[in-house]
């Protein structure tokens, strides 16, 4: 069992940064893929990226590719997401997500542990 706490969540300029963070409960985190989904208004959620088990690989949905970097610390429980150059269209609930598949997988389905989500609003 895992449970997942998000922050650093905020309004932020076009153009700016945020880091992400997400602390996880449980002994077995190092044991568990970690992804980031966001959901803005009015649209279903979708995929941002994931790192599998050991943090030597990742995945990221194309629109983030080259702008955010996501990372682990297995050590303190926590996946992190950096993010770059934010865009108003970046502005959504971002949610951790922790996976039994130990590989970087985007499919929502894969995940069974979520966060309770941290706003990031861009302003243009």
């Known amino acids: 069992q895992v449970q997942l706490v998000e922050s650093g969540g905020g309004l932020v300029q076009a153009g700016g940064s945020l880091r992400l963070s997400c602390a996880a409960s449980?002994?077995?985190?190092?044991?568990?893929?970690m992804g980031w989904f966001r959901q803005a208004p009015g649209k279903e959620r979708a995929f941002v990226a994931s790192i599998g088990w050991r943090g030597d690989s990742t995945n990221y949905a194309d629109s983030v590719k080259g702008r955010f970097t996501i990372s682990r610390d297995n050590a303190k429980n926590t996946v992190y997401l950096q993010m770059t150059s934010l865009k108003p269209e970046d502005t959504a609930v971002y949610y951790c997500?922790?996976?039994?598949?130990?590989?970087?997988?985007?499919?929502?389905?894969?995940?069974?542990?979520w966060g309770q989500g941290t706003q990031v609003t861009v302003s243009s």
């Open positions: 997500a922790g996976s039994r598949v130990l590989y970087p997988t985007p499919r929502m389905n894969d995940y069974g542990y």
């Open positions: 449980g002994r077995t985190f190092s044991t568990y893929g």
